[in-house]
């Protein structure tokens, strides 16, 4: 089963506001990935983070590694119509040798005009 | 860049019916991963090959599934006597190395 507690599952939000979304787990990763799923389509991955404490940028989304190693977090600024989606953090566990995820339930994000 | 593939798209089968998934992943990527996703939930692990080695398959991966990746290229699928608890997506990955892993658009499967 999975292993990773996802929050919000929904969000539905303005054009324009930023969102927030994180993922917690009491095991220790040594990856977190965020991705994005369209309907009827995989996964596409948007950031990946390798190490504690790290923070990456890809446009308009942030994400960030915990200092634990059990969680991470995605924001999104400044939202548009496109970022309409189910939102998936995915992580790696340390003790894991082949690289396995471990997915989250899944974020939905409404966008309202 | 042609990404991950999956064919077919799409498949509805009767139950008891045997079925087979193609994954061709990203030319250079020698790791592969096969997950299965079911409505409302994040994809779930299957199967993992390093080149054309199967190294570790899920419980969830039952005696009526098989997966091979002859010559480490293209990888398949079969699942045997499908039963209405396989209907889900089937999402095929692949990777580098110990980077993130790219999904193909999945193969939805609905058993009748």
């Known amino acids: 089963g999975q292993q990773l507690n996802q929050s919000p599952q929904s969000m539905f939000i303005q054009e324009g506001e930023d969102v927030s979304m994180n993922c917690t787990s009491s095991?220790?990763?040594?990856?977190w990935l965020w991705y994005k799923q369209d309907p009827g389509e995989g996964p596409v991955l948007l950031i990946a983070?390798?190490?504690?404490?790290e923070l990456t940028s890809n446009g308009r989304l942030t994400a960030q590694f915990g200092i634990t190693r059990k969680d991470s977090f995605l924001n999104i600024s400044a939202s548009i119509p496109s970022d309409v989606g189910i939102y998936f953090c995915a992580g790696r566990l340390t003790t894991d040798s082949w690289g396995k995820l471990q997915f989250g339930a899944g974020t939905q994000v409404v966008v309202t005009p | 860049d042609t990404g991950v593939s999956q064919n077919p798209r799409h498949k509805i089968t009767k139950r008891g019916q045997n079925v087979t998934f193609r994954c061709d992943p990203i030319?250079?990527?020698?790791?592969l991963y096969w997950y299965r996703q079911t409505l409302g939930q994040g994809p779930e692990f299957l199967t993992y090959?390093?080149?054309?080695?199967?190294?570790?398959k899920s419980r969830l991966l039952s005696d009526r599934f098989s997966a091979e990746r002859p010559k480490g290229s293209f990888s398949t699928l079969e699942i045997q006597r499908t039963e209405q608890g396989d209907s889900a997506m089937y999402l095929c990955?692949?990777?580098?190395?110990?980077?993130?892993?790219?999904f193909g658009p999945g193969t939805r499967l609905t058993v009748t």
């Open positions: 090959f390093q080149n054309e080695a199967q190294l570790e």
């Open positions: 095991s220790i990763f040594n990856t």
């Open positions: 030319s250079e990527h020698n790791r």
């Open positions: 990955a692949s990777s580098p190395g110990g980077q993130g892993q790219y």
């Open positions: 983070l390798y190490k504690a404490g």
